[in-house]
């Protein structure tokens, strides 16, 4: 959390767990939000305990929370409830990704929020949205990779399907939840207060569903569809619409490039050598004969290293890139450039290296001020400052709103 960032001004409370809206509440709190993280007492979000490092600190967890405040309250009790209501009648977004119906069995569904705060914008993500036949269907990750059709299209060609190497679902429903929160703060802004109408049918809420998010990224899949019929398998590392433009064997290691456009084939046939690929001059005859294509580059690309390549392909102006593991990525001069890896000192698990903002602004830089938080590790502060007075707060504290109270 920042104070100078463009989200400054921002109040963020979050009840969630695992990913998908974690992710959202940290890219919130990257630009500035003061973000407060709701925990179950004594347990907190499951995703403390996955991935534990060898400090016995879950890298996992300290990548989605970082810069947030974390509250422990018991919302089983009217006491932690009340406390929460009290929260969020000063907050200006509330994100949670419980199980469809969970919240407002907790009593902080949207309508009792806005009975408190008309203007509160409220994020719900699930698995399949809270719309539709499956609303009420768990909904995780890799079940959503399967079901919305991703994992039909990755993995080696006439292989079987595999996952995508990171939680596809979680990441994309987060970023979309955020790109529609900051969509309804501005929708929010736009109405004139004189105008009681628009006001009063200002509708805060919004839901966003993993399986949504999946479908969407599949993108011109769809569309293929719909024009032909095609139902396509593992596309491997090659391109459903473009060849060439995929993975190659080099003499001592693998890059990536393409030709974006058939203007520049028969360059790209000039710094090949290879002349039999002229025959080729459109994109739709070489998706028409790509295995040929790529039979006869992969022969040619073989006789040099990597470096010999890329040289060539960047000097003719051709997109290509090495094919990086994480520790080549970690130590990339453009994701140091561009911020996109950051040494961080956490006060458990000392030095460790955190995933910056994806978001460049001229004007405003980014930063990590905040260790991810240790369970209830701000309740105290938090809460005083919540509570009218302490005879509120020490009731709260005797009903049980923190957790059990020791006798």
């Known amino acids: 959390m920042t104070e100078t960032g463009p989200l400054s001004d921002l109040t963020v409370v979050e009840l969630t767990v695992h990913r998908a809206g974690p992710f959202a509440g940290a890219m919130l709190a990257d630009l500035g939000a003061e973000v407060i993280k709701i925990e179950r007492p004594g347990v907190g979000d499951p995703s403390r305990v996955q991935g534990v490092g060898p400090e016995g600190r879950s890298g996992y967890f300290m990548a989605n929370n970082r810069d947030k405040r974390s509250v422990e309250l018991d919302l089983k009790s009217d006491a932690g409830t009340e406390a929460a209501l ?11 990704n419980f199980g469809y119906g969970v919240a407002e069995k907790l009593g902080l569904g949207y309508e009792a929020i806005a009975e408190r705060n008309e203007d509160i914008v409220y994020a719900s993500v699930k698995g399949y949205g809270e719309t539709g036949p499956l ?36 990441l994309t429903a987060g970023l979309f939840a955020t790109v529609a929160l900051l969509a309804r703060l501005h929708e929010r802004e736009r109405i004139d207060d004189d105008d009681r109408a628009a006001v009063e049918a200002f509708t805060g809420k919004l839901d966003v569903g993993l399986f949504d998010a999946i479908v969407s990224v599949m993108n011109e899949y769809v569309t293929f569809h719909s024009m032909d019929g095609r139902v396509p398998g593992p596309q491997g590392t090659t391109h459903q619409s473009m060849c060439p433009y995929g993975l190659f064997e080099a003499a001592d290691g693998h890059f990536v490039t393409g030709v974006p456009s ?32 790529r039979a006869v580059l992969e022969e040619e690309f073989r006789e040099e290293p990597v470096d010999h390549w890329l040289e060539a392909l960047t000097d003719a102006g051709f997109p290509n890139g090495p094919l990086n593991d994480l520790a080549d990525v970690v130590d990339h001069e453009q994701a140091e450039a561009r911020g996109l890896v ?8 000392g030095e460790v290296l955190l995933p910056g903002h994806p978001v460049n602004f001229p004007d405003f830089e980014t930063t990590i001020d905040r260790p991810a938080p240790r369970l209830g590790e701000h309740t ?12 509120t707060l020490d009731e709260w504290t005797a009903a049980g709103a923190f957790g059990p109270v020791d006798d």
Do not use: C, H
């Open 262 to 293: 058939d203007e520049r084939w028969d360059d790209f046939v000039d710094l090949v050598g290879r002349e039999e690929l002229r025959e080729y001059p459109t994109n739709e005859q070489r998706m028409a004969n790509r295995e040929a294509v």
């Open 380 to 391: 105290e502060a938090v809460f005083q400052e919540v509570a009218s007075d302490q005879t």
């Open 86 to 96: 009290e929260l969020l009648a000063d907050a200006d977004v509330f994100i949670e």
């Open 342 to 349: 950051r040494e961080f000192d956490d006060p458990d698990a």
């Open 135 to 170: 609303r009420e269907k768990k909904g995780l990750d890799l079940i959503l990779q399967a079901e919305g059709g991703i994992m039909s299209v990755t993995g080696p060609e006439d292989g079987d399907p595999v996952k995508v190497g990171q939680a596809i679902g979680d």
